[in-house]
């Protein structure tokens, strides 16, 4: 899920669908609540990465705020941009093993660096991309065939998901991750056909008087 949203993910997580949690800046300031409380929160609530993101811009800074956010849980994930000194930290931080998702990717020159640089993941914002009349999806098809081109071992996440169209199309070009918001999870279970169905079997059912219990 793509949420800082504590009430949402204790929801959500009752489906056992959810493999980890992304969350940015503008997530956390959603939520109201202190990065540092609402990222330990969430890394009890899944068992998953929890991408928690540096604020800072230079590559010092990111070292040590990435320090203080890997102390709160052992599942956080740290996030950076796609910037030369997100670069920087990101390769500094895998050569230590630890989780690193790089964000804000708009182009598949910036997944190369992002995978040469010992990304665990990266995050193309495929909407962002189509708010602008480009073709998020077509990112995420280049940056998956150069990925198997030399077998990079970075992860595809697929972020700024607007529509369950995203999700079917990221994998059916075969992108390892996609990080959903709420609405869109919840929109993934729905069909007219299956309510209608449903209906009809419950009802054919209840006419036969029949209990399995
Ligand atoms: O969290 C990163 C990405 O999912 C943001 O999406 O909808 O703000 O473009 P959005």
Redesign the pocket.
């Known amino acids: 899920l ?1 949420s800082a949203d504590i009430n949402e993910i204790k929801e959500l997580c009752k489906t056992n669908l959810i493999d980890g949690i ?1 969350t ?1 800046p ?2 956390i300031a959603k939520s109201g609540g202190n990065i540092l409380d609402v990222i330990k929160e969430i890394c009890g609530l899944v068992r998953g990465p929890v991408s928690a993101e540096v604020t800072a811009t230079d590559h010092k800074a990111m070292m040590m705020e990435a320090e203080k956010l890997l102390n709160l849980a052992e599942n956080v994930t740290i996030k950076v941009p796609l910037t030369s000194d997100g670069l920087l930290t990101c390769k500094e931080l895998s050569k230590n093993n630890v989780s690193v998702n790089v ?1 804000l990717c708009f182009s598949a020159s910036q997944a190369i660096l992002a995978a040469k640089a010992g990304a665990t993941f990266i ?1 193309p ?1 495929v ?2 991309l189509d708010d602008i009349g480009q073709s998020g999806l077509d990112l995420i098809y280049d940056i998956v065939e150069i990925y198997n081109n030399y077998n990079y071992k970075t992860q595809v996440l697929v ?3 607007r529509g369950v169209n995203h999700v079917i199309e990221s994998a059916k070009i075969g992108a390892d991750v996609v ?1 959903i918001p709420t609405k869109t999870f919840k929109e993934m279970f729905n069909h007219p056909l299956t309510d209608k169905g449903l209906k009809a079997f419950l009802s054919d059912w209840q006419d036969t008087g029949q209990s399995i219990l």
């Open positions: 793509d992304t940015n503008s997530l964000t995050s914002f909407g962002r972020a700024s998901i990080t």
